[in-house]
């Protein structure tokens, strides 16, 4: 019994060992693919993702398999000396015999991207710098860092690095992820539509966003409308207009700028303009006085009341002018920016008919 024990711990013992030296294999292949050096600098990823600049880099389809991948290196200066890194000239994609420049004007506030350019990095210290670089998804590609030497007699040889841009496909597949929010965030909120992505995507107020919309829709209408409006009827006449966009708006949603947990979608779109429904009442009101010969304010407004459903359901919809959003993500939900004015537009598109 003893002898069985002893070699079960044996075959135990080993297994273990066994595991430990693949586990270490794998770290140490992902490791070694990830950090590189020379006598003078080691440079390693810290991290890396896809983002969108606000440029044309992939953003119209999202069937493309090219994206900008931003990768973060830790810089360790090694060397005696100070050094000099430009994100400019000074890092460089190769692809099997072709080499590439990395992204020299990558710059975009909206998503917190800032130029980089050049900098110093003294003698034992070490830093992060970020570069962007086009590349195809799903491939492997290596990375040229070369840095100059304050002393301008020595050369500093050029530290490549792998990098594997399958690793980072689900950023990639997330890129049009804020333009799936925003596309719901509208949907349920203004439209009373059903959008599946909204749980998946969406962090908002739900219940508080419908009722400013109300709210935007009653101070215009209120303002326009013959006679003073209840709140009951500012209900029908809003339920009525809401069904009708509901039933005719359009828009189309589109991530333009993504990274820092950031994101600018454009919105196209078309809606019922309030504006054209006014026009129409008032030919309703002046047919009403040229018939009963007098101006009777709360009979006008009954009136105007009963031809609302009819003025919109006649309505076509307006090409507005193309919105601009900014999201923001938190525990992988976005939701529109409540600094920047957003969400007052979308209200005024949506709920009330404004085209810009």
Same mark, same amino acid.
């Given at each position: 019994?003893?002898?069985?024990?002893?070699?079960?711990?044996?075959? *135990?013992?080993?297994?273990?060992? #066994?595991?430990?030296?693949?586990?270490?294999?794998?770290? @140490?292949?992902?490791?070694?693919?990830?950090?590189?050096?020379?006598?003078?600098?080691?440079?390693? /990823?810290?991290?890396?993702?896809?983002?969108?600049?606000?440029?044309?880099?992939?953003?119209?389809?999202? &069937?493309?398999?090219?994206?900008?991948?931003?990768?973060?290196?830790?810089?360790?200066?090694?060397?005696?000396?100070?050094?000099?890194? =430009?994100?400019?000239?000074?890092?460089?994609?190769?692809?099997?015999?072709? !080499? *590439?420049?990395?992204? =020299?004007?990558?710059?975009?506030?909206?998503?917190?991207?800032?130029?980089?350019?050049?900098?110093? #990095?003294?003698?034992?210290?070490?830093?992060?710098?970020?570069?962007?670089?086009?590349?195809?998804?799903?491939?492997?590609?290596?990375?040229?860092?070369?840095?100059?030497?304050?002393?301008?007699?020595?050369? /500093? !040889?050029?530290?490549?690095?792998?990098?594997?841009?399958?690793?980072?496909? !689900?950023?990639?597949?997330?890129?049009?992820?804020?333009?799936?929010?925003?596309?719901?965030?509208?949907?349920?909120?203004?439209?009373? $539509?059903?959008? @599946?992505?909204?749980?998946?995507?969406?962090?908002?107020?739900?219940?508080?966003?419908? &009722?400013?919309?109300?709210?935007?829709?009653?101070?215009?209408?209120?303002?326009?409308?013959?006679?003073?409006?209840?709140?009951?009827?500012?209900?029908?006449?809003?339920?009525?207009? $809401?069904?009708?966009?509901?039933?005719?708006?359009?828009?189309?949603?589109?991530?333009?700028?993504?990274?820092?947990?950031?994101?600018?979608?454009?919105?196209?779109?078309?809606?019922?303009?309030?504006?054209?429904?006014?026009?129409?009442?008032?030919?309703?009101?002046?047919?009403?006085?040229?018939?009963?010969?007098?101006?009777? &304010?709360?009979?006008?407004?009954?009136?105007?009341?009963?031809?609302?459903?009819?003025?919109?359901?006649?309505?076509?919809?307006?090409?507005?002018?193309?919105?601009?959003?900014? #999201?923001?993500?938190?525990?992988?939900?976005?939701?529109? %920016?409540?600094?920047? %004015?957003?969400?007052?537009?979308?209200?005024? /598109? *949506?709920?009330?008919?404004? $085209?810009?």
């Amino acid at each position: 019994m003893v002898s069985k024990l002893r070699g079960i711990s044996v075959l *135990f013992i080993c297994m273990l060992m #066994l595991s430990a030296c693949s586990n270490s294999s794998g770290s @140490s292949e992902k490791k070694s693919d990830s950090k590189s050096k020379n006598k003078d600098l080691e440079v390693s /990823i810290e991290d890396a993702s896809f983002v969108l600049l606000g440029k044309d880099d992939g953003v119209a389809e999202e &069937e493309t398999e090219k994206g900008i991948l931003a990768v973060n290196f830790k810089l360790n200066n090694k060397a005696k000396e100070s050094i000099r890194l =430009s994100t400019r000239d000074g890092m460089k994609l190769y692809d099997g015999d072709e !080499e *590439f420049n990395a992204i =020299s004007d990558a710059y975009n506030t909206d998503v917190g991207i800032e130029f980089e350019g050049s900098g110093d #990095l003294g003698a034992g210290k070490t830093k992060t710098v970020t570069g962007f670089f086009e590349v195809e998804k799903d491939k492997e590609y290596e990375i040229g860092v070369k840095a100059q030497s304050e002393d301008y007699d020595k050369k /500093i !040889e050029e530290v490549i690095i792998k990098v594997n841009t399958a690793d980072y496909a !689900e950023s990639f597949d997330a890129l049009q992820d804020p333009a799936k929010a925003l596309a719901a965030y509208i949907d349920a909120i203004y439209l009373d $539509k059903d959008n @599946s992505d909204y749980e998946k995507f969406v962090s908002a107020d739900k219940a508080a966003l419908q &009722e400013q919309a109300k709210e935007v829709f009653k101070e215009k209408v209120k303002r326009n409308f013959v006679g003073k409006l209840t709140d009951a009827e500012v209900d029908k006449l809003y339920a009525t207009y $809401k069904s009708a966009q509901s039933q005719k708006a359009e828009f189309k949603t589109v991530t333009s700028a993504k990274a820092n947990g950031k994101a600018v979608v454009l919105v196209e779109f078309s809606t019922v303009s309030l504006r054209n429904i006014y026009e129409d009442l008032s030919d309703y009101q002046f047919e009403y006085r040229e018939k009963t010969g007098k101006y009777d &304010e709360k009979a006008t407004k009954k009136y105007l009341i009963s031809k609302f459903d009819k003025v919109v359901n006649a309505q076509d919809v307006e090409e507005g002018e193309d919105l601009k959003v900014l #999201l923001v993500e938190e525990d992988g939900k976005w939701s529109v %920016d409540s600094s920047e %004015d957003g969400q007052e537009r979308i209200a005024n /598109i *949506f709920a009330a008919g404004s $085209k810009y």
